[in-house]
């Protein structure tokens, strides 16, 4: 069922991206060579903490048997890894990496959830590409994300415009709405039909997420149950924010 929030729920969305955002912000601060993935997961575990939130993933059970409940308060996935790796002491991030982080601050009672992609030191031109590439997707998708057309106008948008590019978007995985719970109907995928899927509403709030890889779509998920790779070893990158349909443009929630 897709919700339509009130302006009491809007408010409250609106209070959980800014810490969500306020996150990311901390992070692209401290992000640097030599820092751990887990130190990464700690400053937003600290920072929603200051903020009055908690992460939403860390404990996450996806419902899936044998798979356990997210263990860490942000998925953070570095290079070929596409999406929910894990924070670890030791994996260390150095130059030249490009870093997604994925994390959705919960504060009383409501969910805002984003991306984005780090580039660290000096990165390979092709990289920075791509990093640029997945988050204009996101942009040419929010431009259709109006009241009266329909979810598929921004999955079209968002596809059309990465395969312009020469890239690929991830099939298996989407965006969602999002209020109450972390993920909500409608399902959002990076691709799709124009003219198809619900008609959006002002009130509706939807995480749009392009998870972009430059080369071929295929991913594999690794024995930890969470670390999705892609199958050729090519790079990928992730950029999300939380939206609220309005009556006019889009706001997007998560940019400060
Ligand atoms: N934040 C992710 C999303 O964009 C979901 C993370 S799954 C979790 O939908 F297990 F890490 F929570
Ligand atoms: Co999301």
């Known amino acids: 069922m897709v919700t339509i929030k009130s302006k009491r ?42 903020y009055g939130a908690i992460s939403a993933e860390k404990g996450y059970d996806p419902g899936i048997k044998g798979v356990p409940p997210y263990p860490a308060s942000t998925c953070i996935s570095i290079n070929d890894e596409v999406i929910h790796g894990v924070p670890s002491k030791n994996r260390i991030i150095k130059e030249g990496d490009i870093v997604s982080v994925d994390l959705v601050a919960l504060k009383n009672g409501y969910n805002g959830d984003a991306a984005r992609t780090y580039m660290v030191g000096k990165v390979s031109k092709e990289a920075q590409r791509l990093v640029e590439v997945t988050k204009q997707a996101f942009f040419e998708g929010i431009k259709y994300a109006k009241k009266g057309n329909r979810i598929g106008d921004v999955s079209h948008a968002i596809g059309e415009y990465v395969k312009s590019q020469g890239y690929s978007v991830v099939r298996e995985f989407q965006g969602h709405g999002i209020g109450k719970y972390m993920h909500e109907d409608p399902g959002i995928p990076n691709y799709g039909k124009a003219g198809k899927g619900i008609r959006l509403e002002p009130g509706m709030t939807l995480a749009i997420e392009p998870m972009v890889i430059q080369g071929k779509p295929d991913i594999w998920e690794l024995e930890d149950g969470w670390t999705i790779v892609t199958q050729d070893g090519s790079l990928s990158a992730h950029y999300e924010n939380t939206i609220l349909i309005t009556e006019n443009e889009p706001e997007v929630l998560t940019i400060l």
């Open 9 to 50: 729920e809007i408010e409250l969305m609106r209070e959980a991206c800014r810490v969500t955002a306020l996150t990311h912000k901390a992070i692209e601060e401290a992000i640097r060579p030599g820092i751990t993935t887990a130190d990464i997961d700690e400053i937003a575990e600290k920072t929603m903490k200051k």
